[in-house]
């Protein structure tokens, strides 16, 4: 799988947009990019995910660039409760083994 | 209600003890894993099944074994040879094919007295 490079950590104002980073410079083709985040002591949550296109949820979207080689996910109006570790991954087509790097902790603040 | 359910949500071992994490699904999924996490740091794949009767190692298999003799249960054994057990170990489980995403379970801490 790809690796994947995240900033540490990052601050946002309530009610702005949170913007969150991922490099993925040696995605191949056919991997696929995921979002997870995991508050604390809980077990990781689901976002979004995509191939090429921009996806877009009732969570969040995702802007992933035309070469694929970063991307982006949008949180809209992020409030106090998306405060959590945001992971990005990606995994090989029709593989199934996942890995989690450090991730970037979101600190959203009043 | 459908999901992950992991006990117990906290273990206390001794050392040189042996102790195991439940694990059960009503998902109907196909893959399960373990991942294990030190405070701070991302995730480490453990040992992970795609179905029934067949494992794999993770990255950091050394001192744990696991069985799936069922696909609703993945049980993960932490053996007196893990040096260093005291983790938040998190399960999940996953749909066979291409795109599914991957669900965790709520995690079980484990503290080594």
């Known amino acids: 799988d790809a690796k994947t490079t995240q900033p540490t950590s990052m601050d946002c104002a309530e009610g702005r947009a949170a913007n969150l980073p991922c490099n993925h410079s040696?995605?191949?083709?056919?991997?696929?990019v995921y979002w997870y985040r995991q508050i604390h002591s809980q077990g990781p949550q689901y976002i979004i995910h995509g191939l090429k296109n921009n996806e877009t949820n009732e969570m969040a979207s995702l802007i992933i660039t035309e070469d694929r080689k970063s991307s982006t996910l949008i949180l809209p109006h992020a409030t106090l409760r998306d405060t959590a570790v945001y992971y990005c991954i990606v995994r090989l087509y029709n593989f199934n083994k996942f890995y989690f790097g450090s991730g970037t902790k979101l600190n959203v603040k009043p | 209600d459908g999901g992950i359910t992991q006990s117990p949500k906290y273990l206390f071992r001794k050392e040189g003890q042996n102790v195991t994490l439940s694990c059960e699904q009503n998902l109907n999924h196909d893959a399960m894993y373990w991942y294990r996490q030190d405070p701070g740091q991302g995730l480490r794949l453990i040992y992970y099944s795609q179905i029934v009767n067949d494992f794999q190692k993770g990255d950091i298999a050394e001192g744990y074994s696991v069985s799936r003799e069922k696909k609703e249960s993945f049980p993960l054994t932490v053996t007196s040879a893990q040096k260093n057990p005291t983790a938040f170990y998190l399960c999940?489980?996953?749909?066979?094919?291409?795109?599914?995403?991957?669900?965790f379970g709520e995690g079980s801490w484990l503290t080594v007295v």
């Open positions: 040696t995605i191949s083709g056919n991997e696929y």
């Open positions: 999940a489980s996953k749909e066979q094919g291409s795109g599914n995403t991957i669900y």
